[in-house]
């Protein structure tokens, strides 16, 4: 079982010189925003995601990871996709 947040970040303390933790604060900034690069530059993906919550919200499957399964190896998903991304340029 795993420790509490606070158990945690009790053993924590110390372990990272300030060196280490500066290079660790540095390696996250440039994660998120090489992330935030990527997803700008593939609008599919919050189109992807999006459509997938919305099917799992309005149909609310016994078995989700059996529903994700089958959800993205639709061998039509690209259409169904591509459709959608065509719909939001329609707006736009």
Known sequence: ???GKGALA?????VLSAEQQEKLRQFKIKTRIDNEK???SHPEVEVLIGDF???V?????ADIREFAADH???PDLHVVIGTKMEGISDVE
């Open 38 to 40: 990527y997803l700008r």
């Open 57 to 61: 919200l309005l149909k609310r499957p």
């Open 10 to 14: 009790k053993l924590d303390v110390g």
């Open 1 to 3: 079982m795993m420790a």
């Open 53 to 55: 919550l919305r099917d």
């Open 72 to 74: 993205f190896t639709n």
